[in-house]
């Protein structure tokens, strides 16, 4: 049973459109970070939401904790080429020092 | 910033070979560094956390006498996957924490491409 769940697994859109991305999952975690990783390379963190309900935004990503802390949101507006790669939810399982990905979203922005 | 530096990027290897892969934290000291390995189109699985001057703690179905991992010092661990198939062909990527707070930043190499023939 994967603990988080990415939805779409794929999404291609026109530069210009607004698009939002989920992660899900029945537990309930202290907090939920969120990465791109582009191709061949390692994963970069992107943000780190901590308290249920909060909204951080960074440029043109809105990113959100859900309120019972069980799931969060990415939407991006405006999406530009530079946005495409593979946008990844993590968790840190139990407690410890260990991350946890789920399957992640492919994004492709098309010029 | 935080840099973590993978070695080599790309390697190619015969089967029943082994293969080094080298995971360093270049202006931070990182007691604890995690390998993970991503198949096509899949997202990163934890491997084994490598934790310096110890044993390393492999996750559940992770052989590790196929995976080695070395962590010397403060800034180095090292991977190796002994005796080589092709189905160990992947993307390997080690990350580490700049603080001792499971919450604190975890920076990621980037990635060594194994392939296996």
């Known amino acids: 049973t994967q603990l988080l769940e990415q939805s779409p697994q794929f999404l291609s859109i026109q530069e210009g459109e607004n698009l939002t991305v989920y992660c899900n999952s029945s537990s309930v975690f202290s907090s939920l970070q969120w990465y791109r990783q582009e191709p061949g390379e390692g994963p970069v963190l992107l943000v780190t939401?901590?308290?249920?309900?909060e909204v951080k935004k960074l440029k043109r990503l809105t990113f959100q904790f859900g309120d019972a802390r069980k799931d969060s949101s990415l939407h991006i507006t405006a999406a530009q080429p530079g946005d495409t790669g593979l946008y990844l939810c993590?968790?840190?399982?139990?407690?410890?020092?260990?991350?946890?990905f789920g399957k992640g979203t492919k994004l492709t922005v098309n010029p | 910033g935080a840099v973590v530096s993978q070695h080599p990027s790309r390697v190619i290897c015969k089967s029943g070979t082994s293969v080094k892969i080298e995971c360093r934290s270049l202006?931070?000291?990182?007691?604890?560094m995690f390998w993970y390995r991503q198949f096509p189109k899949q997202s990163l699985m934890l491997m084994a956390t490598?934790?310096?001057?110890?044993?390393?703690?492999?996750e559940q179905g992770v052989e590790k006498d196929k995976f080695l991992i070395n962590h010397a010092s403060l800034t180095l661990s090292t991977l190796t996957v002994t005796s080589a198939h092709p189905e160990d062909s992947s993307f390997y990527i080690c990350?580490?924490?700049?603080?001792?707070?499971?919450?604190?930043?975890?920076?990621f190499g980037n990635g060594t491409r194994l392939t296996v023939t």
């Open positions: 490598s934790n310096e001057g110890s044993k390393a703690t492999y």
């Open positions: 990350s580490a924490r700049t603080g001792l707070h499971h919450n604190s930043p975890l920076h």
């Open positions: 202006d931070f000291q990182a007691t604890t």
């Open positions: 939401v901590v308290t249920g309900g």
């Open positions: 993590a968790v840190s399982q139990g407690g410890s020092e260990k991350l946890v």
